[in-house]
């Protein structure tokens, strides 16, 4: 069964290609319609055996068995140079020469029928006859090469995919392989149409250019979300595991998929992003930060003398600088101290006197973070808290008296003698 559709399969393809070389054109300049008997009536066997003698036949045999030997021979050493370069680890160069053992098979063939068919002497029609069907078969060769060496090219994005953290790559990797041999595939059909069989594929082209500008108008929304999956692909802003905020988002990166990404928020919601907005909008890498910046005001009150501002500014300068806190806020790596802790008294504010303070918090751990600035504001508290130094809150201070901090002078004036009422006889005492 398999044998009569190969049989069936060849007598079509030199159907095709006979009306093709003999074919005339009909009034309206189109080709006839091939037939399977056609290349037959044209032949004409007794001329053919006239015009050859034995030793013509015989060098055709001897060119094809050497050409088939030879294609034999040189598989065989691809096929041994493959698997030692399997055996070092040069798997992309294996797919290189593992690819080539079909296609120089068959354009070994091709050579050696080649030649026999040059010494064999024939009519012009049935020459460019097998003059196409020699084309036809190195155009088979030369695409099926092609076709393999997408392979090779296969095991260089997975290698680079392996690379990165985020498994985007690693689908796409089968998908980009797909798409190129259909790519190949169809170029190849329609190089060897237009080439060998000399089709008019305008029209085909042309339908395809409508078909697929009216798939792509349907599908526009869709194209632009594949479209951002390659630039997050490439760009590579973020990657599976990492902490982002996007537009009113906050959370971790779980998935990236050829639609959209999904966000773990910190709440623990997960939240479906298209990828085309992505790409169209800032997004802040929270996970690539190389500190924590903390900024802070410490507010004393207004009645706090000026020698215990200057007092507050340097403890809290001198415990940034003390062992305990130095070492995750004074850049270790840099010999400038290019980001040092700052405090400075900066401003007078409606209810008190306000010491900003500001440092860098290196490496990037967020609890570590916390754990150090809960040490620091402990410190310092027990630090003005010696000093005699009170922090002030947004309140409106009454002064009363009594307060010994505070006292509110006060006088009694004596009323005058005028105002002074004598007691009349008639009242009793």
């Given at each position: 069964m398999r044998m009569k559709n190969k049989a069936m399969l060849i007598g079509t393809v030199l159907a095709a290609v006979s009306s093709t070389a003999f074919g005339e054109d009909t009034p309206n300049g189109s080709k006839p319609s091939p037939s399977s008997s056609s290349?037959?009536?044209?032949?004409?066997?007794?001329?053919?055996?006239?015009?050859?003698?034995?030793?013509?036949?015989?060098?055709?045999?001897?060119?094809?068995?050497?050409?088939?030997?030879?294609?034999?021979?040189?598989?065989?050493?691809?096929?041994?140079?493959?698997?030692?370069?399997?055996?070092?680890?040069?798997?992309?160069?294996?797919?290189?020469?593992?690819?080539?053992?079909?296609?120089?098979?068959l354009a070994s063939f091709t050579a050696g029928l080649g030649f026999g068919l040059a010494q064999i002497s024939m009519s012009p029609a049935l020459r460019q006859f097998c003059g196409s069907l020699l084309l036809l078969f190195s155009t088979v060769a030369g695409f099926w090469y092609a076709f393999n060496l997408v392979g090779a090219i296969e095991v260089g994005l997975q290698r680079f995919a392996k690379r990165t953290e985020t498994q985007l790559d690693d689908q796409l990797v089968p998908v980009i392989r797909k798409a190129l041999r259909i790519f190949i595939v169809v170029i190849g059909s329609l190089f060897i149409l237009q080439n060998i069989f000399d089709r008019d594929i305008g029209a085909w082209l042309a339908g395809l250019g409508i078909a697929g500008l009216a798939v792509s108008l349907a599908a526009q929304d869709s194209l632009k979300n594949l479209f951002g999956t390659f630039t997050i692909l490439f760009d590579q802003p973020f990657s599976i595991g990492q902490r982002i905020r996007f537009d009113k988002f906050d959370g971790t990166i779980e998935g990236i998929g050829f639609r959209s990404t999904r966000i773990r928020t910190l709440e623990g919601h997960q939240v479906t992003i298209p990828n085309s907005n992505i790409v169209n909008s800032p997004v802040e890498n929270v996970a690539l930060r190389q500190s924590l910046r903390r900024i802070f005001s410490l507010s004393i009150t207004y009645d706090t003398p000026v020698a215990q501002v200057r007092q507050a500014v340097q403890i809290a300068r001198d415990l940034l600088a003390s062992p305990e806190f130095r070492g995750p806020v004074h850049d270790p790596d840099t010999a400038a101290n290019a980001d040092p802790p700052r405090v400075y008294f900066d401003e007078f504010r409606a209810d008190s006197l306000n010491i900003k303070v500001h440092y860098w918090y290196r490496p990037v751990d967020w609890w570590a973070y916390m754990d150090h600035a809960e040490r620091f504001n402990l410190a310092l508290m027990e630090a003005f808290e010696k000093a005699g130094i009170e922090f002030a809150f947004p309140t409106q201070t009454l002064f009363l008296a009594g307060d010994p901090k505070r006292a509110l002078p006060l006088t009694t004036a004596t009323p005058p003698p005028s105002h002074i009422e004598h007691a009349s006889p008639e009242t009793p005492l």
């Open positions: 290349w037959m009536e044209i032949i004409d066997f007794n001329q053919l055996l006239e015009s050859n003698n034995l030793n013509h036949w015989l060098i055709l045999l001897v060119a094809i068995v050497l050409g088939i030997t030879l294609g034999k021979v040189v598989s065989f050493v691809l096929e041994r140079l493959t698997v030692r370069l399997n055996i070092t680890g040069w798997s992309a160069y294996s797919h290189v020469f593992s690819g080539m053992i079909g296609p120089v098979t």
